[in-house]
Every structure is written in C-alpha cells, then in structure tokens.
C-alpha cells in the first residue's frame, strides 16, 4: 500500500496522513513526501503509539512505515 504527498502543500499533505494511516489496515505502507519541507516535517507527523518504526528509503523522498499490530 503506498499513499503519495509528493505536490500538496504541508498543510494537506498532513491532514491527508493523519487521515490515511487512522483506517489503514496493513502491517507497513510507503510514504512518498517528495525531497522538499513535508520529508523534512514527516517524521514529527507519526504517534508512537501506533507506529513501530520508520525506515527511510534509499531512493530519497519516500519513507516505510511499520505498524504494531492491531489488538483487534
């Protein structure tokens, strides 16, 4: 699963991940931020509750976000 913020503004690119990862249903998707301010600001953007880590990718502007599993 993969959600792109690559073209909005920080605002939205924020309001679009919080409201993306509060249904996501999977155990990791890939971020794409772009090499611009929403990658530089993303890391702040995750709760620890929820996300187990954070895997910058090696192509640059992209992120792998790993969940804990749901207690469901």
């Given at each position: 699963?993969?959600?792109?913020?690559?073209?909005?503004?920080?605002?939205?690119?924020w309001q679009k991940y919080q409201d993306f990862i509060s249904h996501?249903?999977?155990?990791?998707?890939?971020?794409?931020?772009?090499?611009?301010?929403?990658?530089?600001?993303?890391?702040?953007?995750?709760?620890?509750?929820?996300?187990?880590?954070?895997?910058?990718?090696?192509?640059?502007?992209?992120?792998?976000?790993?969940?804990?599993?749901?207690?469901?």
């Amino acid at each position: 699963m993969k959600l792109d913020l690559h073209g909005y503004t920080v605002h939205d690119a924020w309001q679009k991940y919080q409201d993306f990862i509060s249904h996501v249903d999977a155990k990791s998707v890939v971020v794409v931020t772009g090499q611009g301010q929403i990658e530089q600001e993303f890391l702040r953007w995750n709760h620890p509750s929820r996300v187990r880590e954070i895997q910058k990718l090696p192509s640059r502007g992209a992120f792998r976000i790993m969940f804990y599993k749901s207690r469901s």
